[in-house]
């Protein structure tokens, strides 16, 4: 299985630790919503979509069940970040080139703009997340 897409949509707020939701597509046919980016203890890093548990936990939804692919979702996420970062927070497709077995990434035609407003305050410890039905 091949990430195909990844969008990333930086937060504006900088002081937070939660910098930016990314999405991504595997297989161009399965996609996977809310993963984020946090500036941690050890720097950035990549955390899995989760829910909120009875207690007050936190379990993840999905996860990858082996460290290579944990890793190349961590990487494609982690460079889209800088890239878009770069460009002043404009989030953007990013599509794997298929000729390549590494996680270069290479421009989609395709742009869309962060629809989760600037006036989110959130950080890495506080996510509210629905309730399952």
């Known amino acids: ?7 990333v949509f930086p937060l504006r707020k900088p002081d937070d630790k939660l910098k930016a939701f990314a999405t991504l ?7 996977i919503r809310d993963l984020k980016v946090i500036n941690g203890n050890l720097g ?11 207690d007050g936990t936190y379990e993840d ?15 494609a996420v982690l460079e889209e970040y800088e890239r878009v970062k770069e460009q ?3 989030p953007s497709f990013r599509k794997q080139d298929s000729e390549s077995a590494s996680t270069t990434l290479s421009l ?11 006036d989110q305050s959130l950080s ?10």
Do not use: Y
């Open 108 to 118: 989609s035609s395709s742009v869309k703009q962060d629809t989760r407003g600037d």
């Open 1 to 7: 299985m091949e990430i195909t897409e990844v969008k």
């Open 61 to 75: 939804i999905v996860h990858p069940i082996n460290s290579e692919t944990r890793q190349k979702i961590e990487q």
């Open 25 to 31: 597509v595997f297989d161009g046919c399965f996609v």
């Open 88 to 90: 002043r927070g404009r």
């Open 44 to 54: 950035l890093f990549v955390a899995m979509p989760s829910r909120k548990l009875g």
């Open 124 to 133: 890495a410890g506080e996510i509210e997340l629905p309730q399952s039905r």
